[in-house]
């Protein structure tokens, strides 16, 4: 008589597990179709450059004072954290997996943008004489012409050049990842808060995916290029990796920038 149930619990079981196995399949597939046909991981790279102000936030004593008590990148995150916008490009890295049981296809990658005049009330300088070598190949993104195509540069060559349609990036299954570095080029003269968005061909659709949670305003570049530019602000500081304890840019400092930190407050 054991020996009977037992069989008859192994047959019940058998039967379960069969009438389960599909269910669990269905269920596990309608997971993978279901939410945007790409699973997306972004990393914005922390900015390294000078910060602008706008006229409505301008720098105390008391603001000064707590910069000085920060390392050079804390303090750029706490311009960022009152209302300072980094100047010049910024990076983010970009994970993808695939989010169906079939092939998925990135064939655009565009910015949205909102462009406007900037605000200009205060510049604080926090690097000098940056290299701007990218370290490996990158896509570029200019984000105050959404109708540009993405560009492709490859350290080394001649000039840039389109990355789509010639080339498309194909995720054939959820295990396939993709790793792509993105460049944010800014307008030369306006502020831009911008976001980023793919085109993906999930199966015979055409789909618009965001790629970026949050907006990233970036200001200007003629702000880091153009010295004539700082006329236009109400206060220009140096600090960061140039001066040890921030202080007001005397007049001309870039001729002599060890000079224009003060004795002993040179950091470079």
Not at 62 to 80: F, G, H, Y
Not at 88 to 101: H, I, P, Q
Not at 153 to 176: D, H, M, N
């Amino acid at each position: 008589m054991v020996w009977g149930g037992t069989l008859l619990l192994a047959a019940i079981g058998a039967a379960i597990t069969a009438w389960l196995q599909p269910r669990i399949t269905d269920a596990i597939e309608t997971v993978i179709e279901s939410g945007d046909p790409i699973s997306v991981v972004t990393s914005l790279k922390p900015s390294d450059g000078d910060v602008s102000l706008p006229a409505s936030r301008s720098l105390s004593s008391a603001d000064l004072e707590r910069m000085n008590a920060l390392e050079p990148a804390a303090q750029i995150a706490w311009l960022e954290e009152n209302s300072g916008v980094p100047v010049g490009a910024r990076e983010f890295t970009v994970t993808m997996k695939g989010n169906r049981s079939h092939l998925v296809r990135v064939t655009d990658i565009r910015p949205v943008s909102e462009c406007e005049d900037p605000s200009r009330g205060t510049l604080v300088r926090t690097g000098w004489g940056r290299g701007a070598v990218p370290p490996s190949t990158i896509l570029y993104l200019f984000v105050d012409d959404p109708a540009k195509p993405v560009e492709l540069y490859t350290p080394g060559a001649a000039q840039t050049e389109p990355f789509f349609p010639g080339r498309t990036i194909t995720l054939s299954s959820p295990e396939e990842e993709e790793y792509v570095v993105l460049n944010l080029i800014p307008s030369r003269t306006k502020l831009c808060k911008v976001h980023v968005e793919m085109t993906v061909m999930d199966g015979e659709k055409e789909i618009k995916q965001r790629i970026t949670d949050q907006d990233i305003v970036l200001a200007p570049f003629e702000e880091a290029i153009d010295p004539s530019r700082e006329s236009a602000y109400e206060a220009v500081y140096l600090g960061g990796s140039i001066c040890k304890k921030v202080v007001p840019a005397p007049e001309d400092y870039e001729q002599d920038i060890k000079s224009a930190c003060g004795p002993g407050n040179y950091r470079g």
